[in-house]
């Protein structure tokens, strides 16, 4: 394809920029009649690397090109678009997208119509695009992480004149609702609450990748979860680069324990949040996750560094004693709670002392798990200035160590889980192993264990009967049909019609006019029966009869008790169906 059309190219400085306010669109979602027409019988893949954040994003996109038509391929070979999202957070996670792009290369080969597309946090980065369009002369378009409401737009503008486009704006940016979303699990979901990052660690590229923090409407918010929690979904994950910021934009007292606590009371079974900060990280957010059994009992809470010195030149706004008292809070209110964490080693001129307080920090509080990283400076940040004197032989050792006295708390936490039972969410069969079902307990611990396969998506009493550091391996306890049994109980239990059935019940059952009616009822349906056998008179005694029946069916709450019956017969006539 001949001359490639830059549309705009991304900037530090206007990255960096945090003035303008948020906008708050809601996206109509029109399909070019052109992207329709090629969509027709195509299909696409996305490939995502990086956090949560992107995984949403994935959804997104999938959501705008299954609205224009495509399909999802079956595998990366038959694919007829792809669009590789990418992670610029450190640099082994760009070396990995440049080895992802270029396995397209046979498609792009194999099939004349083939669209590739790149985008993502990486393509924000200056002379990103230009280096990616000159490597990989195959890719057709590029955009950037605020684009991606334009994706039918920039792809319509791509078949239009067959040329390939570059479209990165570096702006604060805003908030756009109503976007479109196929959701890759079916039980656990992830809900954006806010998006970008203020708090400018000096060694972190994402404020510059997602722009200005920004909360979307707690109703936005709550509509999602609620129709999440309709469909059945077992699991919320709350996102943001710093949930516990969230509301600060509003300025009317909204705050994350806010937004928390309504998502709890809509009942979702499993409530989780990522990530929080240990800077903006208040009791009231506590007393909240203390409070409602279905928000776990898991904080991720990154650490970074345990020495206050290099805390200082992270710009991370919190000293090792404010951390340890946040943990050590934590621990009060939230018993049994588990911690993980992000480590850095390796920063610029961290010395063996520096180090040392990190290991300290994760002795005193004995992590359930942890993301260790060795530092890789990101161009245009504050800290890849800064002259570095340790050498990479060091970073590497630290590293190691820092892994090594990680396992020890992270295998002790699993060893001490031998033998009790915990609530597993089953993801499904496990990767390795078919026969054997996978799922995470509420602290977020991996377990294996064998079981029907029906299970998938049910939370389900495992015994852990062994342990290794990643992973723990169990029994399910119960009669897997117990499960089946209790999970249509719920459902009778949770729908309307059944919950209009119960309360007419209830009220018939505690009107006294009604046992008065029932009791009449009764009387004169025995009199009337025994009145042919002694000779009486029978007309007399079925007047009586048929009058106190009209007048006990006539009774207003006994009409309502008939009317949810009728009602609740095509749900019981669903749960009998299920049963057999
Ligand atoms: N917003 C989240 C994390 C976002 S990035 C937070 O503040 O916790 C995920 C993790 O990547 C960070 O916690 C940090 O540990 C790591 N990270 C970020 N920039 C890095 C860099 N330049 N080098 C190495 N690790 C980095
Ligand atoms: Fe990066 Fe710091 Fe923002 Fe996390 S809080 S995304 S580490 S700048
Ligand atoms: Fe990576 Fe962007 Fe997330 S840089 S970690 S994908 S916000």
New binding site residues.
């Given amino acids: 394809m001949g001359k490639k059309i830059y549309k705009s190219l991304p900037d530090m400085a206007k990255a960096r920029n945090r003035v303008d306010l948020p906008v708050v669109k809601a996206d109509e979602i029109a399909v070019p009649p052109r992207v329709a027409a090629f969509a027709q019988g195509r299909s696409y893949l996305i490939k995502t690397f990086g956090?949560q954040a992107n995984v949403r994003d994935e959804e997104i996109m999938a959501g705008y090109l299954e609205k224009a038509g495509f399909c999802k391929a079956n595998d990366e070979k038959s694919a007829d678009l792809v669009i590789v999202n990418t992670c610029a957070?450190?640099e082994n996670a760009e070396e990995k997208v440049y080895g992802e792009i270029g396995k397209f290369k046979a498609n792009h080969l194999a099939n004349r119509s083939f669209v590739m597309a790149v985008c993502g946090c990486m393509m924000q980065e200056e002379k990103m695009a230009e280096k990616v369009m000159a490597t990989y002369p195959y890719v057709n378009l590029i955009f950037g992480t605020h684009n991606l409401p334009q994706l039918l737009n920039l792809l319509d503008e791509h078949l239009a004149r067959k040329k390939d486009l570059v479209d990165v704006i570096s702006y604060p940016g805003d908030i756009v609702e109503n976007l479109p979303s196929i959701r890759l699990d079916p039980y656990k979901a992830f809900v954006n609450i806010t998006y970008g990052?203020d708090k400018f660690?000096t060694?972190?590229?994402?404020p510059y990748t997602r722009g200005r923090e920004r909360s979307r409407a707690k109703e936005e918010i709550l509509a999602e979860c609620k129709a999440l929690v309709e469909e059945g979904y077992q699991e919320i994950t709350l996102l943001g680069?710093?949930v516990n910021s969230y509301g600060k934009d509003f300025k009317d007292g909204t705050t994350f324990a806010t937004i928390l606590e309504e998502v709890a009371k809509l009942g979702i079974p499993r409530l989780r949040f990522m990530?929080s900060?240990p800077w903006d990280f208040d009791d009231a957010m506590l007393e909240v996750i203390g409070k409602y059994p279905n928000i776990m009992p898991f904080i991720h809470l990154?650490l970074?560094s345990g020495s206050d010195e290099i805390l200082k030149k992270m710009g991370r706004r919190y000293s090792q004693a404010d951390y340890l008292d946040l943990v050590r809070r934590i621990k009060e209110k939230i018993p049994g709670c588990a911690l993980s964490t992000?480590?850095?080693v390796g920063f610029p001129n961290e010395t063996e002392e520096d180090f040392q307080e990190t290991l300290k920090v994760c002795e005193a509080v004995g992590y359930d798990s942890a993301f260790t990283?060795?530092?890789?400076p990101?161009k245009g940040t504050p800290a890849a200035a800064m002259v570095d004197g340790v050498s990479s032989e060091d970073k590497h050792r630290r590293f190691k160590e820092l892994v090594s006295v990680i396992e020890k708390s992270v295998s002790a936490h699993a060893l001490e889980m031998v033998g009790h039972t915990y609530r597993v969410l089953v993801d499904g069969p496990s990767k390795k192993n078919e026969a054997v079902l996978s799922g995470y307990t509420e602290t977020n611990k991996l377990v294996h264990f064998q079981g029907p396969t029906y299970l998938k998506g049910h939370i389900v009493e495992v015994k852990i009967t062994e342990s290794h550091t990643y992973s723990l391996l169990g029994e399910l306890c119960d009669d897997p049909l117990l499960y089946l049994a209790k999970d249509l109980s719920a459902k009778l239990h949770g729908e309307e019609a059944s919950q209009r059935y119960f309360q007419a019940l209830e009220a018939y059952r505690n009107d006294p006019s009604v046992a008065q009616a029932r009791d009449a009822l009764e009387s004169a349906q025995r009199q009337f029966a025994t009145s042919s056998k002694n000779g009486e008179d029978v007309s007399a005694k079925k007047k009586a009869y048929l009058e106190a029946k009209q007048h006990y069916e006539n009774h207003p709450l006994v009409q309502n008790l008939q009317a949810a019956i009728s009602d609740l017969k095509p749900l019981l006539e669903q749960v009998e169906a299920a049963l057999k």
Wanted: proline share 4%; glycine share 0%; net charge positive.
């Fill in positions: 956090c957070v450190r990052c660690c060694y972190c590229i994402v680069q710093n990530t900060h990154p970074q992000d480590i850095i990283f060795i530092y890789s990101r």
